[in-house]
T-cell receptor, first 114, second 114 residues
């Protein structure tokens, strides 16, 4: 069945570095892709999303890149800060009859060292 | 309230007992979602409510699980005859109509079945 997974389970960076978190997906029908940040003891927090008709979208200090050819999604965080330390999940949605139903990846733990 | 509120925050129950988990969505949000997160795992879709439409129950793992949403606002997730494998964090989220990628999550209910 469809699945969304992450290449790296953990990522450690120094404060001020740029971080790149990767995600592979298998459902070619996916239309929406979303990144969430989850801090310990909290629910996931929306970061940024992108539709399948786009290949790049920028937010505040974050950029999401979508490569449909290889079914790859990435989240780039510029000038990473200790407050960025969290688990990052990618999620996808196929739209249509699956509207509202997100399939999440397993997550990447990002640790930012001061 | 300002965010999605879930209660209780923690619940310990004996195997075989029934439990009810409550979710108060953000005021005005017509869409409501339930997800389950097992330790160290991504989120697993359970059920999705949108306005007065029939809910998408495709993620409910067994007929022991049910959910309702009264008056288009508060939702209750009920698990009957709980099993140890039901132990997880149950997360509720809500969103504006048509904005499911920007769902706001509650902090979850940590369910432990002993």
């Amino acid at each position: 069945g469809e699945s969304v997974g992450l290449h790296l389970p953990t990522l450690s960076v120094q404060e001020g570095d740029n971080s790149i978190i990767n995600c592979a997906y298998s459902n070619s029908a996916s239309d929406y892709f979303i990144w969430y940040k989850q801090e310990s003891g909290k629910g996931p927090q929306f970061i940024i999303d992108i539709r399948s008709n786009m290949d790049k979208r920028q937010g505040q200090r974050v950029t999401v890149l979508l490569n449909k050819t290889v079914k790859h999604l990435s989240l780039q965080i510029a000038a990473t800060q200790p407050g960025d330390s969290a688990v990052y999940f990618c999620a996808e949605n196929a739209g249509g009859t699956s509207y509202g139903k997100l399939t999440f990846g397993q997550g990447t733990i990002l640790t930012v060292h001061p | 309230g300002a965010g999605v509120s879930q209660s209780p925050s923690n619940k310990v129950t004996e195997k075989g007992k029934d439990v009810e988990l409550r979710c108060d969505p953000i005021s005005g949000h017509t869409a409501l979602y339930w997800y389950r997160q097992s330790l160290g795992q991504g989120l697993e879709f359970l059920i999705y409510f949108q306005g007065n439409s029939a809910p998408d129950k495709s993620g409910l793992p067994s007929d022991r699980f049910s959910a309702e949403r009264t008056g288009g606002s508060v939702s209750t997730l009920t698990i009957q005859r709980t099993q140890q494998e039901d132990s997880a964090v149950y997360l509720c989220a809500s969103s504006r109509q048509g904005a499911f990628t920007e769902a706001f999550f509650g902090q979850g209910t940590r369910l432990t079945v002993v």
